[in-house]
């Protein structure tokens, strides 16, 4: 018998259940009567984590990723996404700063895809030969990344923002990393990480969790020996570690990159959740459509499509980054210093924040319509510990003086970094 849990969160009618299984993996399932089922298999690894020693010596970097390419190769020599395909199934995995994940959809035979993902996932195979086959394959992707003026710019904000926090590495390594691997040091990282209690399964779809439990029964290993090592993550300072950053690539359009550094906040899971959601609102309010710093962007013709941003708060990292393609990035840099000022002055206007809140809360409901986007929703909430906290309810409690008393925490010059990537100069702008 499973000792199911139920959380219920009567503000967007949704009902969560949990179990712990006996090797410690945790498991979250959402039921929900759609065409297909999606299950995700997270673990606690992501590329932040290189950094610590395992038998005392650091990982290479990119170990998490070069993991996750060799994770679905069976000693069998049968190839995972075959089987997969035999029970009409997609499979996919990814590799993030803070986690790997690895995942599959299906319609029907749900149990039995499980049994497959689990199956690779808990029979690693690295020798010598395959880990140098793999090596080619990754560092021609590092090659693809470095070759997008997109990533490039990604990349060159993180590093400005940040000294010491590893974020700002790429999640692939480098050729010099990569070619470091060894099947040694991949068993090192995978004994090390992939243990159930450092993972967590979140379903949403149809399936019988009874088959469910009785598959990881038959599965996955007893329990590990030994409690988790703790992650201690390098003090970053406060401030930005560079507050401007230009880089140039083979463009036509200049590109831009706004990024704001977020302290560290130690607190409750409920707390940590409420101060994301106020950064949420505060995200909305100063970098989306409706923001009336990027409707002077467009009325003033200096960003020809739509800009985007994104926000991330993990345990090691957190900031807001804002990009976009603009024919003059002074006046951009210019126009956004000048609404940093106003918001600090006057804070945020109570219309606009109301309509972000709304427009947050919608997306929120619109995730429970996705199996994907709902499972990959509790999956994150599990590893980051915040899991089951009712976030439609505490979205709706944050406050308009909450946002903006969080505006003048982090909009201050020195977590502000701004960077340029700008066309290759001209051989007559070389001569001036």
Partial sequence: MIDLQKKTFPAIDEELFTFTHKSGLRVYYVNKDFRNTYAVLGVNFGSVDEQFEVKGAPLPCGIAHFLEHKMFENPDGEDTFLKFSRLSANANAYTSHERTCYLFSASEQVEEGLGVLLESVFTPYFTEENVNKEKGIVIEEINMYMDDPGDA????????????????????????????????????????????????????????????????????????????????????????????????????????????????????????????????????????????????????NV???????????????????????????????????????????????????????????????????STEECATLYLGDALEGC??????????????????????????KERICKCRLLPYPSKKENEQ
């Fill in 153 to 300: 710019l990604y990349r060159a904000l993180l590093r400005g923002l940040y000294e010491q926090c590893p974020v700002k590495d790429n999640i692939c390594g480098t050729a010099g990393s990569v070619k470091k691997m060894s099947a040694e040091r991949l068993y090192d990282a995978y004994e090390r990480y992939y243990r159930p209690d450092n993972m967590v399964l979140s379903i949403c779809g149809k399936c019988d969790l009874e088959a469910v439990n009785a598959t990881l029964d038959r599965l996955l290993p007893s329990p590990p020996k030994g409690a988790l090592q703790e992650k201690v993550y390098p003090k970053e300072p406060a401030h930005c570690h560079r507050r401007s950053v230009r880089i140039y690539r083979d463009v036509s359009t200049p590109m831009v990159g706004i990024g704001v550094k977020v302290p560290h906040f130690e607190g409750e899971a409920e707390e940590r959740i409420r101060r994301f959601a106020a950064m949420c609102v505060l995200s909305q309010a100063l970098f989306s459509p409706a923001a009336s710093f990027v409707g002077a962007l467009k009325e003033e």
């Fill in 303 to 369: 960003v020809p499509d739509e800009p985007s941003f994104e926000l991330s708060d993990r345990a090691g990292f957190a900031h807001l980054l804002f990009f976009a393609d603009s024919y003059e990035p002074r006046r951009l840099f210019a126009l956004f210093d000048r609404k940093v000022k106003e918001i600090l002055e006057r804070g945020f206007e109570e219309e606009l924040f109301l309509r972000c809140k709304r427009v947050l809360y919608a997306e929120h409901l619109e995730d429970f319509n």
């Fill in 387 to 412: 899991a089951g906290i009712d976030y439609a309810r505490i979205l709706s409690e944050v406050t308009l003086e909450q946002v903006n008393e969080l505006a003048k925490e982090l909009l201050k």
